[in-house]
C-alpha cells in the first residue's frame, strides 16, 4: 500500500514480460508491457460491436511467500487431501466441508508450505485459454475483446496507472473471484492505516518513570478497537479492523490496518475512531508519540454498477448456459474492478473457482477452471450482441 513504485516489485515485471511472450506466441499481436509494468493485448473481433475487457492481477498476496511454489495435481477421494505428508499438512473435510463436493475432481494445490497463487493466476490463464480459443476460431463471432493484466491488486494499487480511455473497453469484468458461481458488483469500502509509535528506550534497570516502550503502547491501541470489529467475529456485510502487521522495538513500532466497510457512512465513522485513539496515545503519552497515515485503497462499486445491471444479468445467463447457478455476494475484500468502476469502467468481477486464497490452503478444482473459461467465452458473445 505505501510502496512508492509501480510496480513494487521487480519480479512482477518479469512474471509480466513472459506473459507478452505467450500472448504473442497465441497471436495476440499488438501484446506488451508498459513501463509500469501493465500488461496489456486485443483478441481481433467483428466491427461495430461492443468492446468487451477481460482483467486478472499478476501479483500474489503478501499474507503468505509465494516463492518455491511446488504445485501438484490431486484426485478427491472420500476422505481428506494430503498436501504434505512429511509436515503433516491436510486439507481436511471437517474443516473444509466444499471437499464433499469435490469428490473425484482434480484439484490443484501446493504442499502446504506456500501460497499457490490462483489468486490471480488462475484468472489470468483462464482469460489466455478463452483468448486462444477465439483466435483458433475466427468463424465465431463476436466483439473485440481487450486484456488487461495488473500489478499490485493485492496492495490496494492495482488501478493506479490503468489508461481507461486508451484501454477502450465499453464495459469490463476482471476474472477474481473465488469458487464457480460467484458473481459480485459489490465490495468493501477500504482504507490501510499506519500507526507509527515513537517510544523512549531506556535500560530495563533505570526505566522507572523515563521508558516509554512502543510496542506495549501499540498493544494499547489495539486494545482500543471494537474487539468484536475483527475480521475472525464479522461476516456478510459487516466490517473490521484488520491488524495486518506489527514489527518494531521499544523505541519505535509500526502498526498496519486495514479497515473495512461496506456502508461508506461507517467506514468514515472507522477512520475517524482510528485516528481519534491515536489522538488519545498523545494525550496520555505526549505529542508526537503516535502518528496515524490512512490511506483509502478503494470504495464500494455498488452505486457506479447499478446503472449497468444489464452486465451482471448477462453473467448469470451466461453461467446459467454452462449449466453453473449463480450466486451473487457481496466482496468481503475488493478487485481492481470496484475502482475501475469508479474510473469510468463498469467493471464487476467473476469467479476463478478456487477456494481459500491468500492461505496454505488454496486450491483450485481443474474442472471449475475449465468451466469458468466456458463461463468467459459465452460472455464475450453475448456482449458483442448488445447495442454498441
Known amino acids: 500500500e505505501f510502496s512508492e513504485t509501480c ?8 512474471f509480466a514480460r ?22 496489456y493485448g486485443t483478441v481481433p473481433g467483428d466491427p461495430g460491436k461492443p468492446v468487451i475487457g477481460l482483467i486478472a492481477h499478476m501479483d500474489t498476496s503478501p499474507a503468505l511467500s509465494g516463492t518455491g511454489i511446488r504445485p501438484q495435481i490431486v484426485r ?8 504434505n505428508r512429511e509436515l503433516d499438512i491436510w486439507l481436511r473435510r471437517e474443516e473444509f466441508p466444499f471437499l464433499k463436493e469435490l469428490c473425484g475432481q482434480d484439484l490443484v494445490v501446493t504442499d502446504g508450505t506456500t501460497l499457490l497463487g490462483a489468486d490471480d493466476k488462475a484468472g489470468i490463464a483462464e482469460i489466455l485459454t478463452m483468448a486462444e480459443y477465439f483466435l483458433s476460431h475466427p468463424e465465431i463471432p463476436h466483439g473485440k475483446i481487450r486484456i488487461g493484466f495488473t500489478p499490485d491488486e493485492e496492495i490496494g494499487r492495482g488501478a493506479d496507472f490503468f489508461p481507461v480511455a486508451a484501454f477502450g473497453a465499453d464495459a469490463a469484468y476482471t476474472v477474481d ?20 509509535i515513537r517510544g523512549a528506550s531506556i535500560h530495563p534497570g533505570s526505566a522507572r518513570g523515563k521508558m516509554k516502550n512502543a510496542l506495549l503502547i501499540g ?15 464479522t461476516e456478510g456485510y459487516e466490517g473490521f479492523y484488520h491488524l495486518d502487521q506489527m514489527k518494531g522495538m521499544v523505541e519505535e513500532a509500526t502498526l498496519t490496518y486495514l479497515i473495512r466497510d461496506h456502508d461508506r457512512e461507517k467506514f ?3 477512520k475517524e475512531f482510528f485516528a481519534a485513539a491515536c489522538e488519545f496515545l498523545n494525550r496520555k503519552y505526549g505529542p508526537g508519540t503516535a502518528l496515524a497515515d490512512i490511506r483509502d485503497s478503494y470504495y464500494n462499486m455498488k452505486e457506479k454498477i447499478e446503472p449497468f445491471y444489464f452486465l451482471i444479468d ?10 453453473v447457478e449463480p450466486a451473487v455476494t457481496p466482496i468481503r475484500g475488493g478487485t481492481d474492478g470496484a475502482r475501475l468502476s469508479y474510473m469510468g469502467l463498469p467493471c464487476p468481477n467473476l469467479c476463478t473457482g478456487g477456494y481459500n486464497y491468500h492461505g496454505r490452503y488454496e486450491c483450485i478444482p481443474v474442472a471449475a477452471m475449465e468451466k469458468t473459461v466456458e463461463i468467459l467465452k459465452r460472455i464475450a458473445v453475448r ?6
Open 7 to 14: 510496480p513494487s516489485t521487480d519480479k512482477q515485471k518479469i
Open 18 to 39: 513472459s506473459l507478452v511472450e505467450e500472448m504473442q506466441a497465441m497471436g495476440i499481436t499488438d501484446a506488451y508491457m508498459d513501463g509500469d509494468g501493465y500488461v
Open 76 to 83: 478427491v477421494a472420500d476422505g481428506d487431501v494430503c498436501l
Open 177 to 196: 473471484g473465488g469458487a464457480l458461481g460467484e458473481l459480485e458488483y459489490e465490495n468493501f469500502n477500504a482504507a490501510t492505516a499506519r500507526l507509527t
Open 219 to 233: 498493544m494499547e491501541f489495539q486494545s482500543l478497537l471494537p474487539a468484536f470489529e475483527n475480521p475472525a467475529y
Open 268 to 270: 468514515e465513522q472507522k
Open 314 to 323: 448477462l453473467a448469470m445467463k451466461a453461467m446459467r448456459e454452462t449449466g
Open 383 to 388: 456482449f458483442s450482441e448488445l447495442t454498441p
